[in-house]
């Protein structure tokens, strides 16, 4: 298990809004008010849930790693572990709380529903954040150094995957994450993560303080800033 202090996560108000469709911008009046209230709702309802393993990497082909056993198929993945012989894998969720939110809110209120989804979406965030801080400062206490954080549905890396990483974490027993037959993650602000661990500064390092949309290769996702 991994931190899960609620007093250390800050949500970003400013994610908030890209996720709402604002872009760099912020709303006024009503809804400026309404969001406040939303991140105190979820910030009360959250229950953090994480846990992360550590496995040894290897390249069997081309465009293939192998991470504790598991082969996936990735020229994206590939690339961003290049040089690594280690990863943490994690898994964190914000719990079941926001969901039950969002589904309330979309019976009687769309747009406090909206607020949550939005919310919920950078909570998960912050607190993979915090994860990844705990990451690096283990291993650069080893002298060695962390790549950018990679998750299933980037690039290449196919969102099939989870199911591997599930079980490599035994991911449903340890925080209560489960996966549907469509790989969707319930609760739904869930995440899985791969972490590279390399001995040298080589590569994409990791710094999970930077803004995702100026380092994520992603470029069809509709909450990409402008």
Same mark, same amino acid.
């Given at each position: 298990?991994?931190?899960?202090?609620?007093? !250390?996560?800050?949500?970003?108000?400013?994610?908030?809004? %890209?996720?709402?469709?604002?872009?760099?911008?912020?709303?006024?009046?009503?809804?400026?008010?309404?969001?406040?209230?939303?991140?105190?709702?979820?910030y009360r309802s959250a229950q953090l849930r994480s846990v992360c393993r550590r496995f040894p990497v290897?390249?069997?082909?081309?465009?293939?790693?192998?991470?504790?056993?598991?082969?996936?198929k990735s020229s994206t993945l590939s690339r961003a572990l290049e040089g690594c012989t280690e990863a943490?894998?994690?898994?964190?969720?914000?719990?079941?709380?926001? #969901?039950?939110?969002?589904?309330?809110?979309?019976?009687?209120?769309?747009?406090?529903?909206?607020?949550?989804?939005?919310?919920?979406?950078?909570?998960?965030?912050?607190?993979?954040?915090?994860?990844?801080? #705990?990451? #690096?400062? %283990?291993?650069?206490?080893?002298? !060695?150094?962390?790549? %950018?954080?990679?998750?299933?549905?980037?690039?290449?890396?196919?969102?099939?995957?989870?199911?591997?990483?599930?079980?490599?974490?035994?991911?449903? %027993?340890?925080?209560?994450?489960?996966?549907?037959?469509?790989?969707?993650?319930?609760?739904?602000?869930?995440?899985?993560?791969?972490?590279?661990?390399?001995?040298?500064?080589?590569?994409?390092?990791? #710094?999970?303080?930077? !803004?995702?949309?100026?380092?994520?290769?992603?470029?069809?996702c509709p909450y990409r800033s402008i």
């Amino acid at each position: 298990m991994l931190p899960a202090n609620k007093e !250390k996560i800050t949500i970003d108000i400013e994610e908030v809004c %890209r996720y709402l469709g604002y872009g760099n911008s912020r709303p006024e009046g009503d809804v400026s008010i309404m969001i406040g209230d939303c991140m105190d709702d979820v910030y009360r309802s959250a229950q953090l849930r994480s846990v992360c393993r550590r496995f040894p990497v290897a390249f069997p082909a081309e465009d293939t790693v192998r991470i504790g056993g598991m082969d996936i198929k990735s020229s994206t993945l590939s690339r961003a572990l290049e040089g690594c012989t280690e990863a943490m894998v994690f898994g964190a969720t914000v719990g079941m709380g926001i #969901d039950s939110l969002i589904a309330k809110a979309t019976v009687n209120n769309i747009t406090r529903s909206a607020i949550y989804q939005a919310v919920g979406a950078a909570y998960i965030e912050a607190y993979c954040d915090l994860i990844n801080d #705990d990451i #690096d400062t %283990r291993i650069r206490l080893e002298g !060695k150094q962390t790549r %950018r954080r990679f998750s299933p549905g980037y690039g290449d890396f196919s969102i099939d995957c989870q199911r591997g990483l599930f079980d490599l974490l035994d991911l449903t %027993r340890q925080t209560g994450i489960c996966l549907t037959s469509g790989m969707a993650m319930t609760p739904s602000k869930s995440v899985t993560a791969i972490v590279g661990i390399s001995c040298d500064g080589a590569g994409d390092t990791s #710094d999970s303080s930077e !803004k995702k949309c100026e380092t994520c290769t992603k470029a069809d996702c509709p909450y990409r800033s402008i």
